[in-house]
């Protein structure tokens, strides 16, 4: 059935691949994005999805960019926290505000996003909570210390609101990428690149539409079954 679906990190990447595969699954969606007019004005122009500035680890702003989309295209059901970004480093020579800035948009932004749908969704008895959290937050991964705590965060607020809301038709569930070909990842040097596919069994870089179809999947009603669970999509790299 038709649905309202708000993608955090909408425009670019994982996230813009989510945005289509879930309009392409019939539901009204809306987009959001930190920064990058250019690339969502593109996005927007090509797929018909209205997109929306706000920084999701920022708590009033996400109230306004939700209360913005609600009485847009109407009240959320489908929520898509994928929004994340990396500043790596090893942690002997990490800065404050290097480890900062990913707790606050990977693991503060759940708490942003979701605060303010879940009343409405609690009172409407269906909600639909995905959250991308990555392969990095359930093996660790040095250079991401950061990272991988605010990703292994995710996974464990996932399974606490799964817990408290099962009762009300809501699912909460984590999907945790492999490496997946986006900016994200051809941000990384080239030789250490290679090392991480080589060290992929299906021997590639995921596609963005390889964790989009399973975030449809988990958005449908036959999703329903599925919930404080943590899905790995990530060519067989890590099996949890
Ligand atoms: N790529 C991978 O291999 C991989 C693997 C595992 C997990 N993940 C996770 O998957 C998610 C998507 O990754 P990606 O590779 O698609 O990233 P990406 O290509 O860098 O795109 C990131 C998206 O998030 C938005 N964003 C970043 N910071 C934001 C903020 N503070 N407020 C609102 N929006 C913000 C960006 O907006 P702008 O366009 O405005 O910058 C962009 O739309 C992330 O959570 C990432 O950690 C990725």
Redesign the pocket.
């Known amino acids: 059935m038709s649905k309202v679906a708000l993608v955090?990190?909408?425009?670019?990447?994982?996230?813009?691949a989510i945005s289509k595969a879930l309009k392409e699954a019939g539901h009204k969606v809306a987009a959001?994005?930190?920064?990058?007019d250019e690339?969502?004005a593109k996005f927007q122009a090509e797929t018909g999805i209205p997109v929306y500035?706000?920084?999701?680890?920022d708590y009033d702003a996400c109230a306004a960019g939700i209360a913005k989309v609600e009485a847009d295209i109407g009240p959320v059901d489908i929520l898509v926290n994928?929004?994340?970004?990396?500043r790596d480093g090893f942690f002997h020579k990490m800065t404050k505000d290097q480890w900062s800035a990913v707790i606050?948009?990977?693991l503060d932004?759940l708490f942003n996003m979701t605060r303010p749908v879940i009343e409405g969704m609690r009172a409407r008895n269906f909600g639909r909570i995905i959250v991308?959290?990555?392969?990095?937050g359930q093996k660790g991964q040095m250079g991401q210390v950061n990272?991988s705590a605010a990703?292994a965060g995710d996974i464990g607020f996932v399974k606490a609101l799964a817990q408290e809301n099962a009762n009300k038709g809501i699912t909460v569930n984590a999907i945790?990428?492999?490496?997946?070909?986006?900016?994200?990842?051809a941000a990384m040097p080239e030789e250490a690149l290679k090392r991480v596919v080589a060290g992929i069994p299906v021997g590639r870089?995921?596609k963005?539409e390889e964790?989009a179809q399973m975030v449809v999947f988990l958005a449908s009603d036959n999703g329903a079954f599925a919930t404080g669970a943590t899905f790995a999509v990530n060519g067989g790299q890590y099996m949890a």
């Open positions: 955090t990190g909408g425009t670019r990447g994982i996230g813009a959001s994005y930190a920064g990058n690339a969502a500035k706000w920084d999701v680890g994928n929004a994340g970004i990396t606050r948009t990977n932004s991308i959290s990555s392969i990095n990272y990703k945790t990428p492999g490496y997946i070909g986006t900016d994200m990842v870089l995921g963005p964790i």
